[in-house]
C-alpha cells in the first residue's frame, strides 16, 4: 500500500482544520442567535411584571428589606445559641430540688431550692406587693415580649436628662434569666445572653409564672431569697399581710438589696420606699391620696442581731449538691437534708477579716475583692468568702474566678521534683541566667545568689529555680535537648497538678513554672491540702451526710476512699520547705505563735493578684486579693495582705483545740538558717572558679556572709515596718520582659517582695 506524501497529508490537516474552525463559528453564531430570540422572548413575557414610579421603589424596598432580613436572621441565630445552649429540656426541673443545709453541728444555716421559695402560691400573693414591684422595675410588663424597646428608650431619655432617679433599661423577665441562668459579670456577651433568653422564657412561661419566679428567686438582702422570706425576715410577718409602706420598702430592695436595706441603712430603705410610693401613683395603680398614710407612717423593720450569712458557700453547696443529685448519688429524692462541715465560727472570722482588711487598707492598695476558701486537710469545706459584698455581687471569686497564682504555684513545680528522686529538699540548686527558647526570666536587679540549698530557692521565691528544675526532670526521662526537656518537665508538673486536685485546665507556656496560668482559689486550696494530710487527694466536698424527706441516710462521705498522690517521704520534705517559706521566708506575716505553718505567698504581674496559701495539721487556706477588671494593685503583694488575712482567720480558729502535726514536719532536723546558707552557697560558688587561693576563698565567704547578714536584718526590719528599705530604695527597678507568645514577667527576686510572675 502506498503512503500518501507529506504534502498530501498537510493539505488533509488544513482542510480538517477549516472545517473544524467553520462548525465551531457556526455552532456559537446559532447558539448567540437562538439565546438572544430566548431573552427577547422572557423579556417579552416579563414586561407584564414591569412596574414604574413608586411601585418600582416599593419593590426594590422589599427586595432590600428582604435580604438584610435574612442576614440579620442568620446574624441573630447565631448570637442566640450561646444563650440558648444554657437551657435544657428539663431546666425548670433541675431547679426543683428542695435542700435544707446544717452546719457541722447540726444547726440549719439556710435553704436552697424550691422549698425555700414556693411557699406562696402566685394567686396569694397581696396584689399591692405586685402593683409595687411593677411600677418600679417594669409598668410595661403584661405588654412586652422579654425586652422592651419603649421602656429602654425612656430610661435613656430619664437618665441623660439626669431629673429623678436612674432608671434601669432591663425588664423583670431579663433579670430572671441573669438570675436563673447567668452571673452578674458585666460584659457585653452577657447582656446579649440575658436578652435571647428573655425572649426565650417568654414563650415558655405564661406571664404570671415569670413574675411568680422573679418574686421566689431574687436576692433581697440579708440572705433572704424571694418576697415571702424577706417580709418575715425584715418585717417577721406573713407577706399577705403587709401594709402598702412595707409592700414600697420591699419591692426597693430588688435591684440593690445591701444599699437599701432597712438592717443596713433606714435613711436610704425609706427613701427608696418613698419613690416606689410615687411609681405607684405615675403607674395609676393607686391614687395620691392612698399613698399618704404610708409616707406620713413609714415602714420599720423589726430588730435583728447581725446574722452569720453563708451566702456564697450555701450557693456552692447546693450546686454541688446538683451534681450530686445529678450523677444518681441521691437516689431520686427531691426534698433533702444536707449537714456540711461548715462552721460559723470559721465563716465569721473570715468574713469579718476580709471586711476589715478591704476597709483599712483597700483604698491604700487599689484592691476591691477577695476570694477565701478555708478547708479541712481532707477537703471537708469550713468557710468561703467569694466576694466583699454578697448584695452587690453574687459572682463568687472563691470558686469561679481564674487568676493566675504567681509563686503560689512553685510547690506543685517542687513536689514534681521530689517525686522525680532528682532532688532532695537540701540538693543544691544555681541560681543564675537561664533561658527557655528567648524567654529569660530574671531575678530583682538582675542579681543572682549562686550556689544554695533547694529549700532556700524556695524560701526566697527565686525564679530562675523552677525552670532549671522543670528542665532537669524532662532530662530525667532521658530527653536530651534542654527546650524538649523543659516541655515535657511541664507535662509532668501538670499531671501532679491536676492529680493533686486543680480542676482548672493549665496552659502549657515556658512560663507556667513560675505561675503564668490560671487557677481558682478554691484549686490552690485543694491542691495544698495535699501536703497538709499525708499526701493524699482532698476533693473538696460540703455533704458530710445527706438525708431525704423520710430521715433516711442516702449518703456519706466518709464511704469516699482517697487516693494517695504523693509518698509521705515527698509530702514530708515539701511541708519542711513550705514552712521555711513561713517562718524565714515571704510569709512571715502568717505566722501563728505555737503552730507550725506551712505555705506560699504570691503575687503576679503588674500586682494584679495576690495570693497565700497556708496549712498547719489542722485547716488550709487560700487567700487571694485582686479586682475584678485585673486592674493592676497598688504594689500589693501575697505576703502582705494575703497573709494577714490568712493570719487572722487562722489565729482564732486554732485556739481551743487539738493540735495536729504537720505531716513528717516534725521527724526532720532544722536546716541551716538563711544568712549561714548563703554564705555557704557563696562560698561554693567561688570555689569553683579555681582561681583564688583558699585563704582568699575564707575572707570573701566571710565578706559575703556578713553583707548577707545586714541584708537579711534590712528585708525582716522592712517585712516588720511595712516600709521600703532605704538601702536599696535607689537599685534597679524590677525590669519587665515580654517573649514571643508569652505573658510580660516582671524580674523580681524572692527575697523583695515585688511585682511579677513567680514573685512572692
Not at 438572544?36 to 413608586?54: C, I, L, N, P
Request: some cysteine; glycine content about 10%.
Amino acid at each position: 500500500m502506498r503512503l500518501p506524501s507529506l504534502k498530501t497529508l498537510t493539505t488533509r490537516i488544513s482542510r480538517a482544520a477549516l472545517a473544524f474552525d467553520a462548525w465551531v463559528n457556526a455552532s456559537l453564531y446559532e447558539g448567540g442567535h437562538s439565546t438572544t430570540e430566548a431573552y427577547e422572548r422572557f423579556q417579552a413575557r416579563m414586561q407584564v411584571f414591569s412596574v414604574r414610579g413608586w411601585k418600582r421603589y416599593a419593590l426594590d424596598l422589599t427586595s432590600e428589606g428582604v435580604t438584610l432580613g435574612t442576614v440579620g436572621a442568620l446574624l441573630l441565630l447565631f448570637l442566640a445559641q450561646p444563650a440558648f445552649n444554657l437551657t435544657s429540656d428539663n431546666w425548670l426541673k433541675a431547679q426543683d430540688l428542695a435542700v435544707t443545709f446544717l452546719d457541722r453541728y447540726g444547726t440549719e444555716v439556710g435553704r436552697r431550692g424550691i422549698k425555700h421559695d414556693d411557699s406562696l402560691k402566685f394567686d396569694d400573693f397581696p396584689e399591692l406587693m405586685i402593683k409595687a414591684l411593677l411600677s418600679t422595675e417594669d409598668r410595661r410588663f403584661y405588654e412586652h415580649w422579654g425586652i422592651d424597646p419603649i421602656g429602654t428608650a425612656r430610661a435613656l431619655v430619664s437618665n441623660s436628662s439626669g431629673r429623678g432617679n436612674m432608671q434601669g433599661g432591663s425588664t423583670l423577665t431579663q433579670q430572671l434569666a441573669k438570675n436563673l441562668f447567668l452571673t452578674n459579670e458585666r460584659s457585653l456577651e452577657r447582656k446579649i445572653n440575658e436578652a435571647f433568653l428573655a425572649f426565650w422564657l417568654e414563650t415558655h412561661l405564661t406571664k404570671n409564672q415569670i413574675l411568680k419566679l422573679y418574686l421566689d428567686r431574687a436576692y433581697m438582702g440579708g440572705g433572704t431569697f424571694g418576697a415571702v422570706a424577706a417580709a418575715d425576715y425584715y418585717f417577721g410577718k406573713r407577706l399577705q399581710d403587709v401594709t402598702l409602706a412595707e409592700a414600697a420598702m420591699l419591692a426597693g430592695l430588688f435591684k440593690a438589696p445591701t444599699k437599701y436595706s432597712p438592717n443596713v441603712n433606714l435613711p436610704a430603705a425609706r427613701s427608696r420606699a418613698v419613690d416606689v410610693l410615687h411609681n405607684m401613683v405615675e403607674a395609676g395603680f393607686v391614687t395620691e391620696g392612698q399613698i399618704q398614710t404610708a409616707l406620713r407612717n413609714p415602714a420599720t423593720p423589726v430588730t435583728r442581731t447581725k446574722d452569720i450569712t453563708a451566702d456564697y458557700y450555701l450557693d456552692w453547696a447546693f450546686n454541688e449538691v446538683k451534681r450530686m443529685a445529678d450523677a444518681g448519688k441521691l437516689r431520686n429524692d427531691r426534698v433533702l437534708t444536707v449537714k456540711t462541715p461548715l462552721d460559723l465560727s470559721i465563716q465569721r472570722s473570715a468574713d469579718q477579716a476580709v471586711e476589715n482588711t478591704l476597709r483599712r487598707f483597700g483604698d491604700q492598695y487599689d484592691v476591691d475583692e477577695a476570694g477565701v476558701v478555708i478547708l479541712d486537710p481532707d477537703g471537708a469545706l469550713r468557710a468561703m468568702v467569694g466576694g466583699a459584698d454578697y448584695g452587690e455581687s453574687q459572682f463568687n471569686r472563691a470558686t469561679d474566678a481564674l487568676r493566675q497564682p504567681g509563686s503560689s504555684f512553685k510547690p506543685y513545680v517542687y513536689a514534681a521534683a521530689l517525686a522525680s528522686g532528682l532532688f532532695k529538699p537540701d540538693t543544691p540548686v544555681v541560681d543564675s541566667p537561664v533561658c527557655v527558647g528567648n524567654w529569660c526570666p530574671q531575678n530583682y536587679g538582675r542579681s543572682y545568689s549562686g550556689r544554695q540549698p533547694m529549700w532556700l530557692a524556695v524560701a526566697k521565691s527565686v525564679n530562675t529555680i523552677p525552670i532549671k528544675v522543670t528542665t532537669a526532670i524532662g532530662k530525667g526521662l532521658g530527653i536530651t535537648h534542654d527546650w524538649k526537656a523543659a516541655k515535657a518537665g511541664r507535662e509532668k508538673i501538670i499531671q501532679l497538678a491536676k492529680a493533686m486536685g486543680v480542676t482548672t485546665p493549665l496552659t502549657d507556656t515556658p512560663s507556667l513554672p513560675i505561675g503564668a496560668t490560671e487557677v481558682t482559689v478554691m484549686d490552690q486550696a485543694a491542691g495544698f491540702a495535699v501536703f497538709a494530710n499525708g499526701g493524699r487527694v482532698a476533693k473538696p466536698y460540703v455533704a458530710t451526710e445527706v438525708r431525704n424527706s423520710s430521715g433516711e441516710v442516702i449518703y456519706r462521705h466518709a464511704d469516699e476512699k482517697p487516693v494517695q498522690v504523693l509518698s509521705s517521704q515527698v509530702t514530708a520534705d515539701m511541708n519542711y520547705m513550705l514552712n521555711k517559706v513561713v517562718e524565714e521566708g515571704t510569709a512571715r506575716k502568717a505566722q501563728i505563735e505555737g503552730v507550725k505553718v506551712a505555705g506560699k505567698t504570691g503575687t503576679t504581674n503588674g500586682y494584679r493578684d495576690a495570693w497565700f496559701v497556708g496549712y498547719t495539721g489542722n485547716y488550709v487556706g487560700a487567700v487571694w486579693y485582686g479586682n475584678d477588671d485585673h486592674s493592676p494593685t497598688n504594689k500589693m503583694t501575697g505576703g502582705s495582705l494575703p497573709a494577714m488575712t490568712w493570719h487572722e482567720i487562722m489565729a482564732p480558729a486554732h485556739q481551743g483545740i487539738e493540735l495536729k502535726p504537720m505531716p513528717g514536719l516534725n521527724d526532720r532536723k532544722g536546716a541551716p538558717q538563711v544568712a549561714q546558707a548563703q554564705a555557704d552557697g557563696a562560698a561554693a560558688a567561688a570555689s569553683t572558679s579555681g582561681r583564688l587561693s583558699r585563704r582568699s576563698f575564707e575572707v570573701l565567704s566571710g565578706l559575703n556572709g556578713l553583707f548577707r547578714t545586714v541584708e537579711t536584718s534590712r528585708s525582716a526590719a522592712k517585712n516588720e515596718s511595712g516600709k521600703p528599705d532605704p538601702a536599696r530604695s535607689g537599685s534597679v527597678a524590677p525590669e519587665r520582659m515580654r517573649a514571643p507568645g508569652l505573658a510580660p514577667v516582671d524580674v523580681a527576686e524572692g527575697a523583695r517582695a515585688s511585682g511579677g510572675f513567680g514573685t512572692p
